[in-house]
């Protein structure tokens, strides 16, 4: 029996150059299927860019970028033996730092649209997804709002919903959190901690170490586009080894 597990994504010598400036230095990481991976690191050293690169939203410069064992072609359609940026985007969901919800759209219709427009469901079965979604996120009240009208946490919580709809393999989220007043953190926190338990395969740049603490099960440290350690939150966080890991973790501490 085979009893090999593909990761949900693998990236191999990934680089990545904006002109001149070279990003992604010979990046290899897999994210196993039900892994939460934390990324940390000091501003600038390539944590989003890491992520944008995961579902193609930055074309990597060179390097490789496989999908449940399926290479990642360059062109939208899937093709034979490859998939394309299309439907690697719908299997890989992304939460940004700010949240970009439609503004003319309401709750409902955010949470709906992608489901209707790209998967073909009946209005019917969207919204029965979607407000089950927003229930799950404590926001079933909010469904006819408009996004001006919420919090930053609603906002935020709303856009993990939207991504949910999609029923996406592997989530990335991107620093949800740390656009948000303080007292709003935690329930975004929360509804993430849950789709973890949930055994959702979660991609997370966070600053918020003792979130990544309790909530990822292996944690990467990324120095100038590099990934310099990995391990176990606790390695990682209370163990590290290299000084530069120990001077960015102190920050964090005072
Ligand atoms: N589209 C782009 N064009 C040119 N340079 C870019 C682009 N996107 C990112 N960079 C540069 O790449 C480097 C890594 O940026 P990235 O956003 O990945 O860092 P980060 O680790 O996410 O930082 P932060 O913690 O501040 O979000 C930075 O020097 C940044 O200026
Ligand atoms: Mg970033």
Redesign the pocket.
Known sequence: MDTTIDPAISVRQLNKR??A?H?LKDIDLDVMPGEVLGII??????????IRCMNMLEAPSSGTLSFKGRPVGRRFRSAAGDIGTGELRRRVGMVFQHFNLFPHLTVLQNVTKGPVVVLKQSAAEAEATAMALLAEVGLESKRDEYPAHLSGGQKQRVAIARALAMKPDVLLLD?VTSALDPELVGEVLNVIRRLAENGMTMVL?THEMAFAADTASRLIF?EAGRIAETGSPDEVLHNPKSERLRSFLSRFHA
């Open positions: 904006f002109g400036l990003v690191g000091p501003s600038g050293s390539g944590k989003s860019t890491l620093e740049v990324m």
